[in-house]
């Protein structure tokens, strides 16, 4: 065999090396969103001086909501935002819509705080997203 051949040969080699191992990665992150189990939510709890109990989702929510990811197409991209929130309005009717799941043993969260028709925040996170800062 020649240094021509051989230099080939090994190229082949690395290749199908690099080939298998990104496959072995990718196989990886699928088994972690099998992984993945959703959180179970309180039906109330305290936060920011304010009660937040679980409500269903209305179609005005909805048409709500869908206008936020219109402006903020990127949000798509964010893994965690799948499928229907949770909605937890408050008793001066503000509103947090979130997205949790354990993913790995390890809770992840996102939510969209709104006060009327007005988005007034986003936030991501990781634990428990339900939780005041005076119980854990």
Not at 26 to 55: A, H, L, R
Not at 85 to 97: D, E, M, N, Q, V
Not at 112 to 124: A, T, V
């Amino acid at each position: 065999m020649s240094v021509g051949q051989q230099i080939t040969s090994w190229s082949i080699v690395c290749l199908l090396i690099l080939f298998f191992v990104g496959v072995g990665g990718c196989g990886g992150q699928n088994s972690s969103s099998e992984t993945s189990v959703p959180v179970t939510p309180p039906s109330t709890f305290e936060d920011s001086g304010q009660t937040w109990t679980i409500k269903e989702i209305t179609p005005q929510d909805e048409h709500l909501l869908g206008g936020y990811f219109r402006q903020n197409a990127s949000l798509a991209d964010n893994p965690l935002i799948d499928g229907m929130p949770l909605l937890y309005r408050s008793s001066s009717k503000a509103t947090r819509f979130y997205w949790a799941e354990t993913i790995l043993g390890e809770v992840q969260w996102v939510r969209i705080d709104s006060q009327g028709s007005r988005f007034i925040g986003l936030e991501q996170g990781k634990g428990f997203p339900f939780e005041t800062p005076s119980s854990k």
